[in-house]
């Protein structure tokens, strides 16, 4: 079997890196001047390339390997961020008096779930004649919703229904974001008999 071309090679390696047949094309070959359907159908064809598929997944693989990424793991990076609980990160007393306790956030691996924090210390008088120290901790956390939504979507807990009336079908098509037209075409093409395009 004849090695892959160059360019073959790189599309491989920018699909791996970018997840969308057609972004790795653009990227890739002279792309300007060609409509979205034909970059569509270049990169349908490149994909389904025996060749490049099977690139394709052996760096995949590599990656996933190197930096151990599995669906377990991302499910479960994932499920930090989504049933993160702010009594993770504070402690109440019976007075109703609030501290911070991010001992207890690190126990339960809730610190995953945050963005930023940052604390300032400054010194303030009490009153009398002391001076008290002042800390102002303030932390963010990551998009609860945005976690749970993934992890719903990768659980197939929900589909998306859009209504397509008056042959809105490619108008519709076109609002996909472009790594799902892609699948569209990939399930169309699997589907069309052998012997040319329609």
């Known amino acids: 079997m004849r090695p892959l071309t160059p360019k073959q090679e790189k599309f491989a390696r920018a699909y791996v890196e970018l997840g969308n047949a057609s972004e790795a094309y653009r990227r890739v070959y002279a792309a300007k001047a ?10 349908f ?11 394709i997944q052996e760096l995949g693989e590599k990656a996933a390997a190197k930096h151990e990424i599995t669906a377990e793991r991302v499910m479960s990076e994932l499920a930090k961020i989504a049933f993160v609980d702010l009594e993770d990160f504070v402690k109440v007393s019976e007075d109703g008096d609030v501290a911070l306790n ?10 995953a779930a945050v963005s930023e924090f940052t604390q300032e210390v400054f010194w303030e008088k009490d009153g009398t004649d002391g001076v008290d120290q002042i800390r102002r901790t303030k932390f963010k956390l990551l998009d609860k919703t945005r976690a749970l939504e993934l992890i719903g979507k990768r659980m197939s807990m929900w589909v998306d229904r859009h209504s397509i009336e008056d042959g809105g079908l490619m108008e519709f098509f076109k609002t996909l974001p472009l790594e799902i037209q892609d699948q569209v075409i990939a399930h169309y093409e699997s589907r069309r008999p052998s012997g040319g395009r329609a």
Do not use: I
């Open 34 to 43: 060609m409509k979205a359907e034909t970059v569509n159908r270049m990169a």
């Open 45 to 55: 064809d490149l994909v389904n390339n025996r060749k490049v598929a099977a690139r």
């Open 102 to 111: 991010f001992k207890g956030a690190s126990k339960k691996g809730s610190l």
